[in-house]
Structures are given as structure tokens and as C-alpha cells.
């Protein structure tokens, strides 16, 4: 085999044997963080689809990625990883506001409470 053969043979292996592998990792934590939180604002679920929810740019993880460590969500909903006063749970389960950016704000003031109790 000559050194041009060898080099494409080396270059498909990759290609099939490295890309999967990069798409499950991806995949794998997005869904996972899909399953822990079923029910998140539409941003959050556009976030966590184009992984801007923990990556600041692919591959540098932002500072909620960063605390993540494993896929135990609940484990950093205490947490306030962007440092914006917010902890993550309260980011993803009521403000729907970004849990690894502080720049993130509610669009509203209003709380899920207060838009249920206008309908009671």
C-alpha cells in the first residue's frame, strides 16, 4: 500500500470512527437535558437544541456547562454558575432566562403565579 492509500484509509477511519462518536456526546447530553427538564420555556429548548445553553462556542463550555460535570441537572440547580444573583434552577424553571449568562434577563416581570392567577 502506498503512502496515498494509507493516508485516505487513516482519514475514512477517522471520519467513521470520530465523528459518531463527537454527534453521541452532543446528542447524549442535549436529551438528557431535554428528559430532566420536559417542560422548559421555548428559548430554553431552541438554547439547549443549538447548545448555546452550555457552550459558549463549540467546543468552550460556558460557566453553566462548566459546573455540569455529569448529566445530574438537579445536582447544580442551587447553583448560580453565570453569577447573576439567579440560581440555575430558578433561571430554567421560572425566569427562562440562560443559567450560564448573566446577561440574560426575563422578558417579563411577571411570574408564572401571576399569569396563572389572572385566569382564576
Not at 467546543?59 to 447544580?76: E, H, K, R, V
Amino acid at each position: 500500500m502506498n503512502k496515498k492509500h494509507l493516508a485516505a484509509a487513516v482519514l475514512a477511519a477517522c471520519m467513521i470512527l470520530g465523528g459518531p462518536v463527537a454527534s453521541w456526546a452532543t446528542g447524549g447530553w442535549r436529551d438528557a437535558w431535554l428528559a430532566a427538564y420536559p417542560d422548559p420555556c421555548p428559548e430554553l429548548v431552541s438554547a439547549a437544541q443549538s447548545c448555546v445553553l452550555c457552550h459558549d462556542g463549540i467546543p468552550g463550555l460556558n460557566s453553566y456547562g462548566d459546573d455540569m460535570g455529569n448529566m445530574n441537572f438537579a445536582s447544580i440547580e442551587a447553583l448560580d454558575s453565570d453569577g447573576d444573583g439567579k440560581t440555575n434552577g430558578q433561571e430554567i424553571l421560572t425566569d427562562c432566562t440562560m443559567p450560564g449568562d448573566a446577561t440574560s434577563v426575563p422578558v417579563t416581570t411577571d411570574t408564572w403565579g401571576d399569569i396563572k392567577a389572572l385566569f382564576r
